[in-house]
């Protein structure tokens, strides 16, 4: 008989299958356009300069980014180039129409590239002022194995496998728990050419007035 499933964390949704084949390899397609324009760059720890696992870019007004200098922030330019975000992509403007129940647009979508052995340490996301907003997450190409817990550091935390397709929500009273990505498995999706998992994040950052 198979074991029940635990419930997730409050205010954490999984949507598995969200998105169909055709619409993973549109949404492909937008982000192959994002980062011709915005290229993917290498994001290293505040203060110790230690390199991300991980290599990013973003699309939105704001973007994500962190060095060793100036840490975690937002901004409106690309680190490297300096050039303007290129805009979020009509069918994740769509995505956080229906799922996020908020009023107001997402600012930012930062873009995570994770090959084989990335990952990334279970962490909150609260660079953003507004928490009132959730964190809308897309997840294309290969498994992850998807760790979330509470909000405090200590909190048990239960993790499960994320496939192309799904979709996160992290709101609520779950806005700000704890996450991460224990592992990638490898070649467990067609998706993309060269393998490796693309994950994409849509957040509010300033509050609205
Ligand atoms: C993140 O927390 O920024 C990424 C989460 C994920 O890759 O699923
Ligand atoms: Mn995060």
């Known amino acids: 008989m198979p074991t029940a499933k635990k419930a997730l964390p409050p205010g954490i949704r999984h949507l598995p299958d969200h998105f169909d084949r055709p619409a993973q390899q549109a949404l492909v397609d937008d982000i192959r356009r994002v980062v011709e324009a915005a290229p993917l760059f290498t994001p290293a720890m505040p203060r110790t300069g230690k390199e991300m696992s991980v290599r990013m870019t973003n699309c939105g007004e704001l973007g994500w980014v962190t060095d060793k200098e ?20 009509d069918t994740l403007l769509d995505l956080w129409r229906a799922v996020a129940d908020h ?16 990952k ?26 998807f760790r979330v817990g509470g909000v405090n550091r200590n909190d048990p935390t239960q993790s499960f496998r994320l496939r192309s397709g799904d979709v996160v929500i992290l709101g609520g ?10 592992r990638i498995y ?8 060269n393998g490796g998992r693309i994950n994409l994040t849509l957040r509010r950052v300033t509050i609205s007035v």
């Not at 490898?186 to 050419?193: D, Q, V, Y």
Request: charged letters at 20%; glycine letters at 6%; aromatic letters at 8%.
């Open 186 to 193: 490898p070649e467990t999706s067609t998706l993309l050419k």
């Open 103 to 118: 009023p107001d647009p997402p600012q930012a979508c930062l873009v995570n590239f994770y090959s084989d052995s990335a």
């Open 120 to 145: 990334m340490g279970l962490h909150q996301d609260r660079d953003e002022s507004d928490f009132s907003a959730p964190v809308v997450s897309v997840s294309l190409g290969d498994d992850c194995l």
């Open 173 to 182: 009273e779950g806005r700000l728990a704890f996450h991460g990505v224990d």
């Open 70 to 89: 100036r840490g975690y922030r937002y901004q409106p330019t690309h680190p490297v180039t300096a050039e303007p975000w290129p805009p979020i992509p």
